[in-house]
């Protein structure tokens, strides 16, 4: 009687223990995807308002193609074409603008990266953090700001170039 009474303790203390930790699993996972859907909203949301605030005005190419996005921090430059890239330039150009119709244009200098190669389909990142604090005014550091984008290199069919404008 005693053998059978502690075996339907056991039995019980089990289902117990295996339902609480069933029970507590579910809540670290409900907990991990509350915590995941929240950054991740944060993060597209942010994304999503960046690049509400950098449209692409104007680009012109010769003998490259490009895909080119700015997210408000870096460019994002993927090659289209069918050949690698060689001895590439970028320069990046932050062109602060007066709202004082009296004051004339503010110009950054152009900050210039340089990469090897890249191969036809490749991405490569250009960041455009450095030209962000110095070269603005104080009253316009919470204003969008224009950026210019220029990219040359050698290609088999010689020197190709592509030029943006972000406003």
């Known amino acids: 009687m005693k053998n059978m009474t502690y075996q339907c303790i056991r039995g019980k203390i089990k289902n117990s223990s295996q339902k609480n930790s069933a029970r507590f699993l579910l809540i670290i996972v409900t907990l991990c995807t509350i915590i995941l859907l929240s950054a991740t909203s944060d993060t597209f949301q942010s994304s999503q308002t ?45 062109t602060p603008v007066s709202d004082n119709s009296s004051e004339e244009m503010l110009k950054s200098e152009p900050v210039v990266f340089n990469a090897p190669r890249i191969r036809a389909g ?3 990142t250009v960041s455009a953090t450095s030209l962000a604090a110095g070269d603005r005014p104080r009253a316009q550091t919470a204003a969008p700001m224009p950026y210019h984008l220029d990219i040359s290199c050698d290609t088999p069919q010689g020197q190709s170039f592509w030029s943006g404008h972000w406003q």
């Open 122 to 124: 490749g991405t490569y």
């Open 50 to 94: 960046t690049s509400q605030a950098y449209k692409l005005a104007n680009a012109s190419s010769i003998g490259l193609k490009t895909y080119v996005e700015f997210t408000g921090n870096q460019f994002l430059i993927i090659n289209h074409s069918a050949f690698d890239w060689t001895n590439v330039k970028f320069e990046v150009k932050a």
